[in-house]
Structure formats: C-alpha cells, structure tokens
C-alpha cells in the first residue's frame, strides 16, 4: 500500500504531490467566476486582488473558516497544512483550503454551503480579464 503525503499537494483525481509556483486560474462555484491566480498568491488572495470575498478567518491555515470542495484540479500548498485544520480524509473527499492553496493549472472549487461569493469593490481591473462568466 502506497502511503499519501498530502501535506503539499492534493488532488481530487489523485492526490499526487506536485510543486508548482506557477500561475494557474480558479472558477469558483457555485457564482460561476472565474479568475486567474499569479504565482505564489493564494486562491483567497487572488479572490481579494479582484474585488470580492468569501468566507475566511486566518488567512493562513489554521482554522478551516474558508473550507471548500476541490471540484476538479490540484492544489498545491506552500506551507504544511495541520492534520487537524485539513485532514488526509477531508483532503481524500476533495476539500480544500483556499486561503493557503495555490492552483495547478486550471482548477474548480466549490464554496461551503455557508459561504458565498461577495463583491466588494465596483469594479474589476480591466487589464486583467478576470472574473469573466
Ligand atoms: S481562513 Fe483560516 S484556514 Fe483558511
């Protein structure tokens, strides 16, 4: 039996560990927004560079407020998450932790059934192109 070190990287097909700091791009569901993320920012971070929000806390991995379904992708995490904030279950069933992960590619997630995408400025950059529908 092979064992999974989920402290870096997790996906929802396989769970591979993967090291990447290049950028990727999110479509967060259910709001259907899709964005992209620079190297090295978080999906919470690039999600606040575009003028909106969801539900997070710490911003760094420590207490699970920003809890979300991996829909598709891989996400990588720069910093080792605590088993007790994210755990290899949860990280098996596809959650992940926004605030601390960083997307390989393209990736979907889908926010808690609490949570929701909020505007929070007027405007988007427009030289960026993101947060197309
Ligand atoms: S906001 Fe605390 S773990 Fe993400």
Redesign the pocket.
Same mark, same amino acid.
């Given at each position: 039996m092979n064992d999974i070190d989920c402290s870096t990287a997790c996906s929802v097909a396989d769970l591979s560990m993967q090291a990447t700091s290049s950028a990727g791009a999110v479509r967060i569901l259910p709001a259907n927004v899709r964005f992209s993320v620079e190297p090295g920012e978080s999906i @919470?971070d690039a999600v606040r560079r575009i003028g909106y929000r969801t539900r997070? +806390? *710490? %911003? %760094? &991995? &420590? *207490? &699970?407020? +920003?809890?979300a379904d991996l829909v598709a992708g891989t996400v990588h995490y720069s910093v080792p998450i605590a088993e007790s @904030?994210l755990s290899v279950a949860e990280r098996r069933e596809g959650k992940c932790?926004? *605030? %601390?992960a960083h997307p390989v590619g393209e990736i979907v997630i889908r926010l808690a059934e609490r949570d929701r995408l909020r505007r929070t400025f007027g405007f988007i950059n427009p030289a960026s192109g993101d947060a197309g529908r």
């Open positions: @919470v997070y +806390c *710490c %911003r %760094r &991995g &420590g *207490c &699970g407020a +920003c809890k @904030v932790l926004p *605030c %601390r």
